[in-house]
């Protein structure tokens, strides 16, 4: 079974950074598609950023230039490391995980999720 444990949010000030982890386990092969989504409260959730089997990676505008996702598949680890955040980053994160080659964008294609991290910017 599929299982996705995100860590690393946290509070930090206008400008700062975090890392994201997102511990993986239960996949039984190498092809999937991983994604960081993000939900602010009373908002929908929305994908910040995802990386397919190829190594492809997409990025919402909002974080481009400012956020990196990467994966350690010895490690079984997602990553997302996060600089010049703003204030209107604040939002619970999410890891995501569905089979397949390529990335769906939406997050009801998604069938695995993880529980959220917190991220708390204050501008």
């Known amino acids: 079974q599929v299982q996705l444990v995100e860590s690393g949010g946290g509070s930090v000030q206008s400008g700062g950074s975090l890392r994201l982890t997102c511990t993986t386990s239960g996949f039984t092969d190498s092809s999937y598609c991983m994604a960081w989504f993000r939900q602010a409260p009373g908002k929908e959730r929305l994908g910040v950023a995802y990386i397919d089997y190829y190594g492809s990676l997409r990025y919402t505008n909002s974080v481009k230039g400012r956020f990196t996702i990467s994966l350690d598949n010895a490690k079984n680890t997602l990553y997302l490391q996060m600089a010049s955040l703003k204030y209107e980053d604040t939002a619970m994160y999410y890891c995501?995980?569905?089979?397949?080659?390529?990335?769906?964008?939406?997050?009801?294609?998604?069938?695995?999720w993880g529980q959220g991290t917190q991220v708390t910017v204050s501008s």
């Open positions: 995501a995980a569905e089979p397949g080659r390529a990335c769906p964008y939406a997050p009801s294609l998604f069938n695995y």
